[in-house]
T-cell receptor
Framework: KNEVEQSPQNLTAQEGEFITINCSYS?????LHWLQQHPGGGIVSLFM???GKKKHGRLIATINIQEKHSSLHITASHPRDSAVYIC?????????????FGKGTKLSVKP | DAGITQSPRHKVTETGTPVTLRCHQT?????MYWYRQDPGHGLRLIHY???????DKGEVSDGYSVSRSKTEDFLLTLESATSSQTSVYFC???????????FGPGTRLTVL
């Protein structure tokens, strides 16, 4: 069964800073998901990626399949980026089973 | 945004009472999921459905049952609620097993 670890658990940044959130997993996968949970509780899917890099606005997600590691970067961070960021992977590796979720990284961006 | 609603959004109930939470989608997605979210834990899968009348257990299914009689509705039932089932419950949908999931707004359930 896959295990997923996120770091850091909490992150405080000043507006404008470059942010990196990390996700590691134990069993090889077909794709990894990044999600954002707003302070009000709503959950939004940000990325689903299986290799390389994806970019959406100021958000960049990368994955290294050999290292079993993914990073989520936020460039020019803004207070509205304050949220919990969650990664998720298939629980039996490859594309098997359902998703298991990391415990999340709580990001707070100060003006 | 994907059309997913959950009802009720908030509920307070007493130990031992039955509770049913409803998830409704307008996207015609095949897969539907029920998760619970608790402090110190990631989202954990309770049950999921891969089609009408097709359901399976997740990692924390004890004390919960589900039903899906129509594509658009997925019901989660707590037959006899316990305080350990106090949580925030999220429904999600996807059009394939490992595809991107879209989440409902959540239901906050408190069992006294």
């Amino acid at each position: 069964k896959n295990e997923v670890e996120q770091s850091p658990q909490n992150l405080t940044a000043q507006e404008g800073e470059f942010i990196t959130i990390n996700c590691s997993y134990s069993v090889g996968i077909s794709a990894l998901h990044w999600l954002q949970q707003h302070p009000g509780g709503g959950i939004v899917s940000l990325f689903m990626l299986s290799s390389g890099k994806k970019k959406h606005g100021r958000l960049i997600a990368t994955i290294n399949i050999q290292e079993k590691h993914s990073s989520l970067h936020i460039t020019a961070s803004h207070p509205r980026d304050s949220a919990v960021y969650i990664c998720a992977v298939p629980n039996y590796g490859g594309s098997q089973g359902n998703l298991i979720f990391g415990k999340g990284t709580k990001l707070s961006v100060k003006p | 945004d994907a059309g997913i609603t959950q009802s009720p959004r908030h509920k307070v109930t007493e130990t031992g009472t039955p509770v049913t939470l409803r998830c409704h989608q307008t996207e015609n997605h095949r897969y539907m999921y029920w998760y619970r979210q608790d402090p110190g834990h990631g989202l954990r899968l309770i049950h999921y459905s891969y089609g009408v009348k097709d359901t399976d257990k997740g990692e924390v299914s004890d004390g919960y049952s589900v039903s899906r009689s129509k594509t658009e509705d997925f019901l989660l039932t707590l037959e006899s609620a316990t305080s350990s089932q106090t949580s925030v419950y999220f429904c999600a949908i996807s059009d394939a097993g490992m595809a991107e999931q879209f989440f409902g707004p959540g239901t906050r359930l408190t069992v006294l």
